[in-house]
């Protein structure tokens, strides 16, 4: 096994200048549209890509400088290679179509680690191996793996270009479809390099499609060295490496050693009629009603409200100096599920993705145009399915993967708040847990405080949906909905985030949502959608000091006139449905929640076991 790969792939960069001999006049020519004009001396980002190009030895080296120039070669590249298709031109401007290998349209988590020294750091939340295993395991399939191939260099920052709070890494792919992704997810090119300059301070990411085998696909992180390494997937999850792998399971970790918080939450803006706008995080597992949320369109019983996007899905959030909780957006596009989008769940994303997007495992209709179910209107006549099948109405199976894609730029979103690009952030006055819970959840609680509002995000459970490999339908815990996100143990999680509270003086007022709570006939208590906003409207209620509620064993619930459902076809019955607490059923959660718990077993704070107690002897009362 190469010591190049064992030793040099790391941020510990020890080639040195002599031994690169002929490969630094590569690099020099690789750099020949780079801005730096002393190219003598390598930079430390230039050595590591020269390390890898020894490794993976690709075809040809191309470093991306985002331009738009570069972004339409790259199209017609794979347009040529049938990497692309693209799609009705007239209807849907610079939108494209691709498909994935049929084993790779998701997340897999069972493939997925945490590489660390210990393994109780890793957690029981994560898989672990070593990281010398790891590298000598996975490092022999890097080997060779971009022959014939070109190999991106793909500098990119997460979060606005100047916000101190913004990170910078480094991608290397050999797949332009990751690259052209990477340039609508993060502000990538020449901006990125110009920020990091010479410094090494920045998330090594080496990914390589590889040959897609399940067999041989991999997805590991080196918290301690801030390194990402992926092979045998192109799926966005696991490839595109400035998402999940950098903005939440190396973010986590970077932002328990620095104090600050990685979050898989949406970002949001309420303006209500007399002006005032606060800002809420929300977090949702994926594929339940995130991406929906953050683009809320108020219905019009809720005339002179406004609903802003900041983010649809990741949240970074520092202390400020007035004892906030400061909020960015550290991605520049939207990577959202397709199924069930239409004009009616959100109108906003539908004027999103007419232009210039990317969808993958969509259907493709006679008139190329992309067709997923729930699609507004009815369904084509016939259609290539997501594998590009003939597929008709009347096929068993499906026209769409349940987990296909569209990316997007966020500046198209007509709903995108001017605040969202401001390098400070925004200031979070609430935070929302939430998931899908056919019953035992109340539509909307309280937290007592700021800790009891840390054990309702570490009791969140929901049930399991297409977004990741595996059974749907099935109720799992996700503490925070960063479960398969955290990258190290989640006892020591929870502890971080009951220190983030005792650094703020105005923390965010935190509540437990479900807009899926069901009758015994499985129909839907509450209408959701646009309607989440009365909802929304008693949180800002309680946040600003402007309305009471009840006291209950699980928290502060809306009094019955709380929500207002005027004109909504939401019975008394069903009303009190959605807010009962079920004794019985929560003694039998506390129970799960506890055991859950033990896992963590020294790691775990012993505030949370405090108030899974205080839990249990409210509810006997």
Not at 385 to 393: M, S
Not at 433 to 446: E, M, S, T
Not at 461 to 471: P, Q, V
Not at 486 to 508: A, K
């Amino acid at each position: 096994m190469s010591s190049v790969l064992l030793q040099d792939l790391t941020p510990v960069l020890s080639l040195t200048i002599s031994s690169l001999g002929a490969r630094t006049a590569r690099i020099r020519h690789c750099f020949r549209d780079c801005p730096r004009e002393d190219l003598a001396m390598p930079t430390p980002v230039e050595q590591w890509v020269n390390q890898v190009a020894q490794v993976t030895r690709p075809k040809n080296i191309s470093w991306c400088d985002g331009s738009a120039a570069e972004y339409q070669r790259l199209i017609q590249e794979m347009l040529a290679t049938g990497t692309l298709i693209e799609l009705n031109q007239k209807e849907y401007p610079g939108c494209y179509l691709h498909r994935s290998d049929p084993s790779d349209v998701a997340r897999t988590e069972h493939l997925t680690f945490v590489c660390t020294s210990k393994q109780e750091d890793a957690g029981p939340n994560n898989n672990w191996m070593p990281p010398a295993e790891a590298k000598e395991k996975v490092g022999a399939l890097f080997s060779g793996a971009m022959k014939d191939r070109t190999m991106y260099v793909v500098p990119y920052i997460m979060g606005p270009v100047n916000s101190p709070y913004s990170q910078i890494g480094v991608e290397i792919t050999d797949s332009p479809y990751v690259a052209v992704n990477m340039r609508i997810m993060t502000r990538m090119g020449k901006a990125a390099l110009d920020r990091l300059g010479a410094s090494d301070n920045y998330v090594k990411g080496l990914h390589s499609l590889g040959d897609l085998s399940p067999e041989r696909r991999f997805i590991l992180h080196f918290p301690e060295e801030r390194l990402i390494w992926s092979i045998g997937s192109g799926y966005g999850g696991n490839a595109l490496l400035g998402k999940k792998c950098f903005a939440l399971r190396l973010g986590s970790a970077m932002a328990r050693e620095e104090g600050w918080l990685a979050e898989h939450m949406l970002i949001l803006g309420i303006e209500e009629p007399s002006g005032r706008t606060t800002y809420v995080a929300a977090a949702f597992p994926s594929a339940c009603g995130k991406t929906n949320m953050a683009m809320l369109v108020p219905p019009a019983s809720q005339k002179g409200y406004k609903v802003w996007t900041v983010g649809e899905d990741i949240a970074w959030m520092n202390v400020g100096a007035d004892g906030r909780l400061w909020a960015i957006n550290p991605e520049a596009g939207f990577f959202g599920v397709a199924p069930g989008t239409n004009l009616h769940t959100n109108p906003n994303v539908m004027a999103t993705i007419r232009q210039n997007t990317i969808f993958t495992n969509v259907a493709l209709t006679p008139h190329d145009t992309p067709y997923w179910e729930g699609l507004d209107g009815p369904p084509p006549h016939e259609a290539l399915d997501w594998q590009g099948k003939p597929w008709t109405p009347d096929s068993v199976t499906k026209a769409a993967h349940p987990n296909s894609r569209f990316t997007t730029p966020a500046s198209q979103c007509p709903s995108m708040s001017a605040e969202w690009e401001n390098p400070q952030g925004v200031p979070i006055s609430a935070m929302l847990f939430g998931g899908r819970r056919a019953n035992l959840i109340p539509l909307v609680y309280q937290s007592f405080n700021w800790q009891h509002g840390v054990f309702l995000g570490a009791t969140m459970a929901s049930e399991t949906t297409a977004a990741a490999t595996g059974k749907v339908g099935v109720v799992r815990r996700d503490p925070m909905a960063m479960l398969p996100f955290c990258g190290y143990n989640m006892g020591d999680y929870f502890g971080h985030w009951l220190r983030m509270g005792q650094r703020l003086s105005q923390p965010p007022q935190i509540f437990r949502v479900n807009w899926f709570r069901m009758t015994s006939e499985g129909k839907y208590l509450w209408p959701g959608f646009g309607e989440n906003l009365r909802v929304l409207r008693w949180v800002l209620a309680r946040v600003h000091g402007e309305v009471g509620a009840a006291e209950t064993p699980i928290g502060y619930l809306p009094h019955p006139t709380g929500i207002d459902v005027t004109g909504l076809d939401v019975s008394p019955e069903a009303l009190k449905e959605l807010f009962a607490v079920d004794r019985p059923g929560w003694m039998e959660a506390v129970a799960g929640q506890q055991e859950f718990f033990t896992k963590f077993g020294d790691h775990l704070p012993k505030e949370i076991w405090q108030e899974s107690e205080a839990l249990a002897r409210r509810l006997q009362a």
